[in-house]
């Protein structure tokens, strides 16, 4: 079962970073990309193809995409088998994705037909598993011959004891906590960090320079405080390199991160997880998805819309507005399954078990989630993706936005045909307490998305529209 995470410290692995440790740079920039070449100068070696012509192209787009879109995992905790093939599958949905785009763009200048494609499938299959091999090599020898840097953390907070736990438990990091700086009395800090304390910030240089420590971070308000003055001022004569970590946890965070607007840090505390190459990488395989679903799902399609229309009077599809990205009305295709077509704008009955309002065939058709086949066209027109936030109708909406904090940041992406909530059980239910649990749900697909998770909601999807009975 798909569970909420406990918050944790914005990272971004998908950048170059420069607190990344050497070998974690060269993998990133220099090493995925160069293998992702070398496996293509392979696949085209066992054809017998020349590395000339449209492979030039399609080398330099994967180049570029490999380069920007490929990084290394997370690989927090204990490394095992389980964790390598996790790292296998990471490595190889991020580069089927972008396999995908250098696909669609050659096929939109048409030149795929100037293309073999055993050499195509020879390469989409090796790459990676040459990367995932490449990768772990490269971790392996680099990891173990990095001297890890030092540091110490000034303020035991709780960001403060999350961020030694991250530091520790990533190796990706390289980094060794020795311990805490705090000033207050040791009844004062949690039970567990009082062996941790190193002594009070005032003892800080000493300690720096008896003990080769690199990096600093202070957990402390970024304030002119005098404490903190102090604390700036006796770090003045140390090579030590200082990090101020602030506390964004008193926010509602959605896809934290760090930015620059022309050299001024900028902190965005809520951003959808679609800007960029990833608001791409999702609509290309919205797109896929949708028209390979439309394609084969054509008959039950056409199976479902005469079963509609001869067994109840009335349009085949309902139409509903609901809401959309950014709080945007959108009209939502489903099959009809019922008697009435409510248009949800100010009034909206949930449908409940033994509903009368639902048709026979309507039963049948929501039991088996049919009626929602539908919304593949509004994948493909744009206006919903395949993982999602489930719309709701504009009187749920109006009614619940007053009632639950956040509600309407859910609308940061675009309403999907099945979500992190759907597979968690929450399909239904329109008390305050469901509807609470879903936004939460909701929230965190937010926070947490990543293109693994996506595949993960779809298979569990798929699984539950045949084993749900609780369906109606």
């Not at 330099?60 to 995992?73: H, K, S, W």
């Not at 705090?182 to 000493?206: F, K, M, N, T, Y």
């Not at 026979?360 to 929602?372: H, V, Y």
């Not at 909530?421 to 939460?440: E, F, H």
Request: glycine share 6%.
């Amino acid at each position: 079962m798909m569970t909420l995470r406990q918050p944790a410290i914005p990272s971004h692995h998908s950048r170059v970073t420069s607190g990344d440790p050497s070998v974690v740079f060269f993998i990133n920039t220099l090493l995925c990309p160069v293998v992702t070449l070398l496996s293509l100068a392979l696949s085209l070696a066992f054809w017998s193809e020349p590395f000339r012509g449209p492979y030039l192209i399609v080398a330099f787009l994967a180049f570029i995409g490999v380069a920007d879109f490929l990084r290394l995992p997370n690989l927090k905790g204990q490394q095992s088998i389980f964790t390598s093939l996790r790292f296998l599958f990471d490595t190889a949905l991020r580069w089927f994705v972008v396999f995908g785009i250098i696909l669609g763009l050659l096929y939109f200048s048409g030149i795929t037909d100037r293309l073999n494609n055993n050499v195509l499938l020879t390469w989409v299959l090796s790459a990676p598993l040459l990367l995932w091999g490449g990768q772990l090599a490269a971790l392996h020898w680099g990891l173990h011959r990095v001297p890890p840097r030092r540091a110490v953390v000034v303020g035991i907070t709780d960001l403060g004891i999350q961020l030694e736990r991250h530091l520790s438990d990533d190796p990706l990091l390289c980094t060794d906590v020795i311990g805490f700086f705090e000033d207050r009395s040791p009844d004062r800090v949690p039970q567990a960090c009082r062996g941790s304390i190193l002594g009070q910030a005032v003892h800080l240089p000493d300690f720096i320079l008896q003990n080769n420590v690199d990096i600093v971070y202070i957990t402390l308000p970024m304030t002119r405080h005098p404490r903190i003055l102090r604390l700036l001022e006796v770090l003045r004569d140390s090579t030590v390199s200082i990090y101020f970590v602030p506390d964004l946890f008193v926010f509602n965070l959605v896809q934290a991160r760090f930015d620059l607007v022309h050299g001024i840090p900028v902190v965005s505390v809520r951003e959808s997880p679609f800007y960029g190459y990833h608001g791409i990488s999702k609509r290309m395989c919205d797109l896929a998805l949708s028209l390979v679903a439309f394609l084969l799902l054509s008959p039950v399609l056409v199976a479902v819309a005469l079963g509609v229309k001869v067994t109840s009077p009335g349009a085949i599809l309902f139409k509903q507005r609901r809401y959309g990205l950014d709080g945007k009305p959108i009209v939502v295709y489903k099959f009809r399954s019922m008697t009435v077509t409510e248009d949800g704008d100010t009034a909206y009955t949930q449908v409940s078990r033994n509903d009368v309002r639902v048709t026979r065939f309507g039963a049948f058709i929501r039991k088996t989630s049919l009626d929602e086949l539908p919304q593949l066209f509004n994948v493909i027109e744009g206006t919903m993706s395949i993982v999602g936030p489930r719309p709701h109708a504009v009187a749920v909406n109006e009614q619940y936005r007053r009632l639950i904090p956040s509600y309407m940041v859910r609308h940061k992406v675009k309403p999907g045909i099945t979500g992190l909530a759907q597979v968690n059980g929450y399909r239904g239910g329109d008390d305050l307490d469901s509807m609470t649990k879903r936004v939460d749900l909701d929230l965190a697909y937010l926070s947490q998305w990543s293109m693994r998770m996506d595949f993960l909601i779809i298979l569990k999807t798929v699984v539950m529209v045949w084993a749900d009975r609780r369906a109606y």
